[in-house]
């Protein structure tokens, strides 16, 4: 039997389970607690005088910088997990209680198993190892607060040698929680005039098999490249859904054909701040005009370990932009309806959903 992890005493929800989350990093949604925690028992370092505090300082943002400055801070939180089979298994333990305690019925988590694998130590733990250890621990968490979780695994810009094995995997574990592939990771270089291809061959390869094998797909894409970058996850990788998104709106042509083929965006309005992909000179967020023209478009946490936001954080910070309740409800149901559950299950979770809103469902 796995051993029982025992995290903070479980608070009220703020929320009852009447949210959904679809653009939420796994291993940017530890707890900071837990991170000190194991790099104490390990005697891994720790930044400045080695405080909880300092590693907070190290690792949250609250100043917009670039994509890079926003990952930077992962470089002291993911040496406490990797090759470590029994952290991951607390940690995707706490994430599930964590998410309940939010209020989120339902939500789709991200990550990339092969970051956290120690490939120069023989006999340590797999890529597969990771993963299953992860889905222990969603699967348990997913039983005791009631949640549903399912697991979404990237590729990562610049690591195409892991690529072909993530595919794998999301093929391998498609009964067992793994519901799509993404590639993830820093766009900046996509901004040369120049450049014609957003994606390598290895990559539109990869999402070609994917696509055969009947496997669903979600891009970052427009978040700090540009709108070229959407129209080639929507046309070379065959994107169902679009990570963050926001640069579309330079290019009105490819927009309008968003807005009619109901191409659905994975918002972050936090994260796109601190990134640098939402200038702060520029008041009239994408967001807004994604909620204002009606597309279909989630609002999503994306790292709360680096943002020190969940989604009510989230919620509050878009109401102060002009959006109401309607808007955040439309986001829910849309992220449901965008969701990568086969469609019994999604009728499920969408029955949940508008029962707690008082809503008939046709």
Request: with cysteine.
């Amino acid at each position: 039997m796995p051993t029982k992890f025992h995290g903070p005493k479980r608070t009220k929800n703020v929320a009852p389970l009447s949210r959904a989350e679809l653009h939420i990093h796994f291993d940017g949604a530890v707890r900071l607690s837990t991170i000190w925690e194991l790099c104490k028992q390990k005697g891994l370092p720790l930044p400045g005088r080695g405080t909880i505090e300092d590693l907070r300082w190290a690792v949250q943002m609250s100043e917009p910088s670039d994509l890079a400055g926003f990952l930077s801070g992962f470089r002291h939180t993911a040496p406490a997990l990797t090759g470590d089979i029994v952290a991951m298994e607390r940690v995707a333990w706490e994430f599930c209680e964590d998410i309940a305690s939010n209020g989120i019925l339902y939500v789709e988590a991200r990550f990339c198993p092969h970051l956290l694998v120690n490939p120069a130590k023989e006999g340590e733990p797999t890529a597969d190892d990771i993963l299953e250890a992860t889905l222990r621990g969603f699967s348990r968490g997913e039983a005791e607060f009631g949640i549903c979780i399912r697991t979404i695994l990237c590729c990562i810009r610049g690591l195409p040698a892991a690529d072909a094995d993530i595919l794998r995997q999301c093929n391998k574990y498609r009964d067992q929680g793994v519901v799509g592939l993404d590639i993830a990771g820093d766009e900046a270089g996509c901004n040369n005039a120049a450049l014609q291809e957003m994606f390598d061959e290895n990559v539109i390869n990869i999402y070609d098999e994917a696509r055969r094998l009947n496997i669903k797909r979600t891009v970052h894409a427009g978040e700090v490249g540009p709108a070229k970058c959407v129209d080639q996850a929507l046309n070379l990788l065959h994107a169902m859904r679009i990570g963050h998104g926001y640069r579309v709106l330079e290019d009105q042509t490819l927009y309008q054909k968003c807005l009619k083929d109901r191409v659905h965006f994975e918002t972050c309005p936090t994260s796109s701040i601190l990134t640098g992909a939402q200038p702060t000179d520029i008041f009239y967020h994408a967001t807004v005009r994604f909620a204002e023209d009606g597309a279909n478009f989630s609002i999503n946490s994306d790292d709360p370990m680096v943002t020190g936001t969940w989604l009510e954080q989230e919620y509050e910070l878009v109401r102060s932009w002009g959006l109401n309740e309607t808007h955040i409800v439309r986001g829910n149901v849309n992220a449901v309806k965008s969701s990568f559950l086969p469609a019994d299950e999604k009728k499920v979770i969408l029955k949940k959903l508008y029962n707690v809103y008082h809503l008939d469902m046709d």
